[in-house]
C-alpha cells in the first residue's frame, strides 16, 4: 500500500468506465427495441452496444484486479463492501427465481378450465422426472462441495490443491449444463405450449443461464487461483464465488421437486 496513506480505505482515482458502461448499455436498450421493431441499423446498434458492454465489464475489472492484486488497496476494510454488497445481489436473484415458482405453483394447484383443468394441461407431455432431471439433480451440490474444497484449500495456504478442486467444480459445471441441454432437445413441449410450456421453459432456462455465468465465474477464480492472486487473506472475488454457486446449487433441488417432480406428476 501507498506508505502516505493514513487510513484504510480506498479512494478511487477518476474512471471513464461508468459512463462508458452506461453509454453501452444506451445503446444496448435502444438497439434492441429498434431490432424488434424492425427499424434500420437496429441489430448493428444492439451488437455495438452489446460490444461496448463487454469492453467495459473488461476493462473495469482489470482496473478493479490491479488496484486489489498489485497496488494493495483493498484492505480488510474495503474488502466488507463487496462482500456484503453480494449479499443484497444473490438475495435479488432468490426473489426473482422465487417469482417463477410462484407462477408454476400458481396455476399447477388451481388450474383454469382453459387447460383443461388438470396439471400438466390437456395434451401437454412433460419430460420425466426420473431420467435424465433426477440424473442432473445431484450434480451442482456435489459441484458445490468441490468448491467448498477449493476453499478450505485456500484458507489452508494450498495453491494446487485449491486449482484442482476448482477445476473439479467447472467440470461438473458443464457436465451439468450438457445433461440441460439433452433436456431441451428431448423436451416434448416448448415455451409456447400453454402456460405449462412457459414456466418450464423460464424456471430451467433461468437457472441454466444462472449455472453458466457460475461457470464463468469459477473458470476466472481458477485463473486467479493458478497465477497466485488468491490468498487466505485477499480472496473475496472467490467468496462472491462460492455464495453464488451455493444458491444455484439450492436452486437446482428446488427446480427438481417443484418444476420436474410436481409437474410431471
Known amino acids: 500500500m501507498i506508505e502516505s496513506q493514513r487510513h484504510y480505505y480506498h479512494l478511487v482515482d477518476p474512471s471513464p468506465w461508468p459512463i462508458s458502461g452506461s453509454?453501452?448499455?444506451?445503446?444496448?436498450?435502444?438497439?434492441?427495441?429498434?431490432?424488434?421493431?424492425?427499424?434500420?441499423?437496429g441489430a448493428t446498434l444492439l451488437s455495438l452496444g452489446f460490444i461496448f458492454i463487454l469492453y467495459t465489464m473488461f476493462v473495469w475489472w482489470r482496473d478493479v484486479l490491479r488496484e486489489s492484486t498489485l497496488e494493495g488497496h483493498h484492505t480488510k476494510v474495503v474488502q466488507l463492501g463487496p462482500r456484503y454488497g453480494s449479499i443484497p445481489f444473490i438475495v435479488s436473484e432468490v426473489m426473482f427465481l422465487f417469482a417463477l415458482f410462484w407462477a408454476s405453483s400458481h396455476s399447477s394447484l388451481a388450474p383454469t378450465v382453459e387447460i383443461g383443468g388438470i396439471w400438466p394441461p390437456k395434451g401437454i407431455?412433460?419430460?420425466?422426472?426420473?431420467?435424465?432431471?433426477?440424473?442432473?439433480?445431484?450434480?451442482?451440490?456435489s459441484s458445490g462441495a468441490a468448491v467448498t474444497w477449493a476453499h478450505h484449500a485456500i484458507l489452508a495456504g494450498k495453491e494446487k490443491r485449491a486449482v484442482y478442486a476448482l477445476v473439479a467444480t467447472v467440470s461438473l459445471a458443464l457436465v451439468s449444463t450438457a445433461f440441460q441441454g439433452m433436456e431441451y432437445y428431448q423436451a416434448p413441449s416448448t415455451i409456447s405450449d400453454s402456460i405449462y410450456g412457459s414456466t418450464f421453459s423460464l424456471a430451467t432456462g433461468f437457472h441454466g443461464f444462472h449455472v453458466i455465468i457460475g461457470t464463468l465465474f469459477s473458470i476466472i477464480c481458477g485463473i486467479r487461483q493458478y497465477l497466485g492472486h488468491l490468498t487466505k487473506e485477499h480472496h473475496v472475488g472467490f467468496e462472491a464465488a462460492a455464495w453464488y454457486w451455493h444458491f444455484v446449487d439450492v436452486v437446482r433441488l428446488f427446480l427438481f421437486v417443484s418444476i420436474y417432480w410436481w409437474g410431471g406428476i
Open 23 to 41: 453509454l453501452g448499455a444506451l445503446a444496448t436498450t435502444v438497439g434492441g427495441v429498434m431490432y424488434m421493431h424492425p427499424f434500420q441499423g
Open 125 to 141: 407431455w412433460v419430460l420425466d422426472p426420473r431420467e435424465i432431471p433426477f440424473l442432473n439433480t445431484p450434480i451442482p451440490p
